[in-house]
T-cell receptor, first 111, second 113 residues
Framework: GQQVMQIPQYQHVQEGEDFTTYCNSS?????IQWYKQRPGGHPVFLIQ?????EVKKQKRLTFQFGEAKKNSSLHITATQTTDVGTYFC???????????FGQGTTLQVKP | GAGVSQSPSNKVTEKGKDVELRCDPI?????LYWYRQSLGQGLEFLIY????????KSGLPSDRFSAERTGGSVSTLTIQRTQQEDSAVYLC???????????FGSGTQLSVL
């Protein structure tokens, strides 16, 4: 069945350093979504990418969707303590509305 | 309502008992999803509904788990004969259409003693 793998599982950075998490799917995706879950909270939608090779930016966050629509990445420039949390990618194949989440990357930022 | 509402927020039950978890999606959202999250883990897909139909039930862990949705709105997830390994946070989410961005509820923390 469809699988979505995400690496790394954990990342500890010093405040001001950059951070990247990578997402890979076993199947071609119709779209990929990214969510952030703060400790003790529920996942909150960040962005959706639909087009092959698409790049979107939200302030210090840059999201990319691979040319083959099987991988994606989230890059945070100059991390801040407010970036702490777990970042999940989630993808669905074109023939189903089933949205499969990656295992998540937990980001810790040391002030 | 303003957001996705789940009840109860916490449920403690004894092994072997049945539990029913409720999800009230955002009004007008046609798609509804159930996920399970164990402590420090990712989101495990359980089932999703498009309207009242469940096109994909493949994520339900066993036949002790069932879910239904009525009137294209409220959904209930039922776990029969609960086991300790069922302990987790059960998250519900809804979206305008299947495959679009999800709005999550705050979850039900289930503890099976």
């Amino acid at each position: 069945g469809q699988q979505v793998m995400q690496i790394p599982q954990y990342q500890h950075v010093q405040e001001g350093e950059d951070f990247t998490t990578y997402c890979n799917s076993s199947t071609t995706l119709s779209n990929i979504q990214w969510y952030k879950q703060r400790p003790g909270g529920h996942p909150v939608f960040l962005i959706q990418l639909v087009k092959s090779g698409e790049v979107k930016k939200q302030k210090r966050l840059t999201f990319q969707f691979g040319e083959a629509k099987k991988n994606s990445s989230l890059h945070i420039t100059a991390t801040q303590t407010t970036d702490v949390g777990t970042y999940f990618c989630a993808g669905s194949s074109s023939n189903t509305g089933k949205l499969i989440f990656g295992q998540g990357t937990t980001l810790q930022v040391k002030p | 309502g303003a957001g996705v509402s789940q009840s109860p927020s916490n449920k403690v039950t004894e092994k072997g008992k049945d539990v029913e978890l409720r999800c009230d999606p955002i009004s007008g959202h046609t798609a509804l999803y159930w996920y399970r999250q164990s402590l420090g883990q990712g989101l495990e897909f359980l089932i999703y509904f498009q309207g009242n139909s469940a096109p994909d039930k493949s994520g339900l862990p066993s036949d002790r788990f069932s879910a239904e949705r009525t009137g294209g709105s409220v959904s209930t997830l039922t776990i029969q004969r609960t086991q300790q390994e069922d302990s987790a946070v059960y998250l519900c989410a809804s979206s305008w259409l299947e495959g679009e961005k999800l709005f999550f509820g705050s979850g039900t923390q289930l503890s099976v003693l």
